[in-house]
Nanobody, 124 residues
Framework: QVQLVESGGGLVQAGGSLRLSCAAS????????MGWFRQAPGKEREFVAV????????RYVDSVKGRFTISRDNAKNTVYLQMNSLKPEDTAAYIC?????????????????WGQGTQVTVSS
């Protein structure tokens, strides 16, 4: 069973950047497809990005394409989310997740393991 711990969130002005990290332990990291989701108060959890086991396949929600980049370092058991040109509507708790299913899952119901999340707040 894999445990996930996110870091790197914070308060940033619109147009700024943040890099989120998600460190995994307790499992074989390169067996998992890794995803980032976000959840704002009063809203449903939303898919943000996903990366396949080897990193060869990535997918993004349309609203972050061209601004966010997901990557992974299997030697360090870590997945990253580089967020540039941040907007106030990006404000949310960002949560990483792991699944043994598929290569580009966007449905949160397909994910078995979840971190606690890291808060990202973008001021206007």
């Amino acid at each position: 069973q894999v445990q996930l711990v996110e870091s790197g969130g914070g308060l940033v002005q619109a147009g700024g950047s943040l890099r989120l990290s998600c460190a995994a332990s307790g499992g074989t990291f390169n067996s998992y497809t890794m995803g980032w989701f976000r959840q704002a108060p009063g809203k449903e959890r939303e898919f943000v990005a996903v990366i396949s086991r080897t990193g060869g396949i990535t997918r993004y929600v349309d609203s972050v394409k061209g601004r966010f980049t997901i990557s992974r370092d299997n030697a360090k058991n870590t997945v990253y989310l580089q967020m540039n040109s941040l907007k106030p509507e990006d404000t949310a708790a960002y949560i990483c997740a792991a699944t043994l299913i598929g290569v580009g899952e966007t449905n949160p119901r397909q994910y078995n393991y979840w971190g606690q999340g890291t808060q990202v707040t973008v001021s206007s």
